[in-house]
């Protein structure tokens, strides 16, 4: 029969693998990897090919470029964001950069609403930037979706009118603007 004194606590079983007193991190490593994800360029975009520049027509038209916009303007030098606690530098104030997205929330239908925040915004997601996609395995917030087509039909909610014209395109449409999306 076991009993209380045989059991090890929680606390000390892990002091066994983790000897360094709670807290270990000061905040310095977070400042750190935010540095080096600001200082990090944009992926380069891939080659821009006759099909590239229909399927970024195909792009516009079906309604996807509302939220993920091409093309956006930082903040001006100087700007105070997050409370305060940063000042946009000249290096990266007033630049013209092409995320392909907003970074505005919004509800696409996937979301499960167990995140916490505001109710009007359980299920919203801010707009997942589309540079890089062609190096991606994996789409959509979550991972979930293995290929474009099936990250394209998982929107639904404020994107329900894109879906349906995706839907309705040609299947030259369709195979351009997935070759767009794969050059970004």
């Not at 001006?76 to 000042?87: H, I, K, Q, R, W």
């Not at 299920?123 to 930037?129: A, K, L, S, Y």
Request: proline fraction near 4%.
């Amino acid at each position: 029969m076991t009993t209380t004194t045989d059991l090890v606590s929680y606390e000390d079983a892990l002091a066994s693998y983790d000897p360094v007193i709670d807290p270990e991190d000061d905040g310095e490593d977070i400042r750190a990897f935010a540095n080096f994800m600001r200082a990090t360029k944009a992926p380069a975009r891939g080659a821009i090919t006759a099909a590239v520049q229909a399927g970024d027509q195909v792009f516009s038209k079906t309604g996807c470029a509302a939220c993920h916009v091409a093309s956006i303007t930082t903040a001006p030098e100087g700007t105070s964001v997050n409370g305060g606690a940063l000042v946009v530098r000249a290096a990266v104030g007033n630049k013209v950069i092409h995320p392909y997205s907003d970074f505005l929330l919004h509800d696409i239908g996937t979301g499960d609403g167990i995140v916490e925040g505001a109710p009007q915004t359980r299920n919203e997601f801010r707009t997942m930037p589309l540079w890089g996609l062609r190096t991606r395995s994996r789409y959509m917030h979550d991972g979930l979706s293995l290929t474009l087509n099936e990250a394209i039909l998982r929107h639904s909610g404020e994107s329900a009118a894109p879906i349906v014209f995706y839907q309705f395109l040609t299947t030259t449409q369709r195979s351009n603007l997935l070759t767009f999306l794969r050059s970004l």
